[in-house]
C-alpha cells in the first residue's frame, strides 16, 4: 500500500495549510470517517476531488483553489451549488429512481448524526 495521501484529502490539507499563512485565526472542524474527511458539515471525498454537504448525496467536483476561497469567506455552500454545474461534477443522475428517493430521505433525516 502506497504511502501517498489520497488527492481528495491531500486537496483539502494542502487548502488548510495555505489558509493558515493569510488566515492564522481561521476556526475549522475535521474528523475522519471512512469515505474521507468531515470538514465544517461537508464531506471531502478521500480519492477524488469531490465533495458534498453531510445529508445529501450528489457529488460535486472541487478545486484546490476554489475550496481555499470558499473556506476563506465561508461560503462552502455556495461553493458547492455553483460546482453542481461544473461539467467535472458527476451527473448525479440515478437509474434506480426509487432507490434514490429512499437514501435522500434517509441521509437528510440523519443529517445530525452523519456516521458512514
Known amino acids: 500500500m502506497s504511502n501517498k495521501m489520497p488527492y481528495g484529502i491531500y486537496a483539502l490539507q494542502t487548502a488548510l495549510q495555505q489558509l493558515r499563512k493569510i488566515e492564522p485565526d481561521l476556526l475549522y472542524q475535521v474528523d475522519d470517517c471512512s469515505s474521507g474527511k468531515i470538514f465544517n458539515g ?29 473556506i476563506q469567506y465561508d461560503i462552502l455552500q455556495q461553493y458547492y451549488e455553483e460546482m453542481l454545474k461544473d461539467p467535472r461534477s458527476p451527473s448525479n443522475n440515478w437509474k434506480d429512481k426509487d432507490k434514490e428517493k429512499k437514501l435522500k430521505a434517509l441521509h437528510s433525516n440523519n443529517l445530525g448524526g452523519y456516521n458512514e
Request: hydrophobic share 55%.
Open 42 to 70: 461537508f464531506l471531502i471525498a478521500r480519492n477524488k476531488t469531490r465533495f458534498r454537504p453531510l445529508g445529501i448525496l450528489d457529488w460535486a467536483h472541487f478545486t484546490m483553489a476554489g475550496l481555499r476561497v470558499a
